[in-house]
């Protein structure tokens, strides 16, 4: 079963950097994945997909302080600079044959 | 520049229906997959249903099939969720969301503000 793995909570302090992890289920190593922010009382927005090889390609208007990687079955989302405004849930997505799954959600908070 | 808006949250009882709607524009609407997803309060993201450019391929998740069901109509720009036999866990925002990507991986690159369902007697 496809299944999207994150931690609960993350925190990091204001201009720092955080890496946030999500983990793919056994025999998905290779899935592509999506991550998505959602500011407190917002609706999700997409920041970035990460391909099979750990290429990532981000959304439209969104910073290149945000980066991402893969290692294995870990996909990563790097938030570099960190501002308030990035205080937010952060979600992985990916697609299995015919369904999304999302991971469920790191709430990022800013020290 | 790329909009969403739904339309057609409320308050219904269980066993009752709504129709969600979701308004296009600032993208070529007739070539685009589309998709539901929606967030129970204080909980995650659950995706809810699909649809592809010429509604060929249809998915739903399986608590929502045989209950909900997704269609577009290219001429509005806009596609909708109808829901019947609504129950209380399916109150929820629901947000509508275009649906890029390819085989290798879809996703949601573009979100609305999202409509709120709730369903309670």
């Known amino acids: 079963q496809l299944v999207l793995t994150q931690s609960p909570s993350a925190s990091a302090s204001l201009g720092a950097s955080v890496k946030l992890t999500c983990t793919l289920s056994n025999g998905h190593s290779n899935y592509a994945i999506a991550w998505h922010h959602q500011q407190p009382e917002k609706s999700p927005r997409y920041l970035m997909k990460?391909?099979?090889?750990?290429?990532?390609t981000r959304g439209d208007g969104v910073p290149d302080r945000f980066s991402g990687s893969r290692s294995g079955a870990e996909r990563y989302l790097t938030i570099s600079s960190l501002q308030s405004e990035d205080e937010a849930d952060y979600y992985c997505q990916t697609w299995g044959p015919d369904h999304a799954v999302f991971g469920g959600g790191t709430q990022l908070t800013v020290l | 520049e790329v909009q969403l808006v739904e339309s057609g949250g409320g308050l219904v009882k269980p066993g009752g229906s709504l129709r969600l709607s979701c308004a296009a524009s600032g993208f070529t609407f007739s070539s685009s997959s589309l998709t539901w997803v929606r967030q129970a309060p204080g909980k995650g993201l659950e995706w809810v249903s699909s649809?592809?450019?010429?509604?060929?391929?249809?998915y739903y998740t399986n608590s929502v099939r045989g209950r909900f069901t997704i269609s577009r109509d290219d001429a509005k720009d806009s596609f909708y969720l109808q829901m019947n036999s609504l129950r209380a866990e399916d109150t929820a925002m629901y947000y509508c969301?275009?649906?890029?990507?390819?085989?290798?991986?879809?996703?949601?690159?573009?979100w609305g503000q999202g409509t709120l369902v709730t369903v309670s007697s």
């Open positions: 990460i391909n099979s090889d750990g290429s990532h």
């Open positions: 649809i592809d450019p010429t509604s060929s391929y249809i």
């Open positions: 969301a275009r649906l890029a990507g390819s085989t290798s991986l879809y996703y949601f690159d573009y």
